[in-house]
């Protein structure tokens, strides 16, 4: 069983920058590609960005190209998220997500992934 533990988040001011990171155990992490979500109040959880098991092919959701960059580091089995030039519209919770790597499921869609961490929390003010 897959455990994921996501860091990082805080409150920041608009144009700041955050790292966020989910550490996963209970699994080969080069087995699984890996995902970020996030969830704002009275919102549905969207997808923000993912890459595949080997680092080689990353997808952003557009509000976020440009800005964040998602990154994976096999030797410590954790995923990143580094954000830049935050605005208060991406005040949200944070999730990292995994699904094994042979599935060929959306990895733009939240229902394509069985392991979910807790979240962490972003707030960006103006």
């Known amino acids: 069983q897959v455990q994921l533990v996501e860091s990082g988040g805080g409150l920041v001011q608009a144009g700041g920058s955050l790292r966020l990171s989910c550490v996963s155990s209970g699994g080969i992490f080069l087995r699984y590609n890996m995902g970020w979500f996030r969830q704002a109040p009275g919102k549905e959880r969207e997808f923000v960005v993912a890459v595949t098991w080997g680092g080689g092919s990353t997808f952003y959701a557009d509000l976020v190209k440009g800005r964040f960059t998602i990154s994976r580091d096999s030797a410590k089995n954790t995923c990143y998220l580094q954000m830049n030039n935050l605005k208060p519209e991406d005040t949200a919770v944070y999730y990292c997500?995994?699904?094994?790597?042979?599935?060929?499921?959306?990895?733009?869609?939240?229902?394509?992934?069985?392991?979910w961490g807790q979240g962490t929390q972003v707030t960006v003010s103006s």
């Open positions: 997500a995994a699904v094994p790597r042979d599935t060929g499921v959306d990895l733009t869609a939240t229902r394509g992934y069985p392991y």
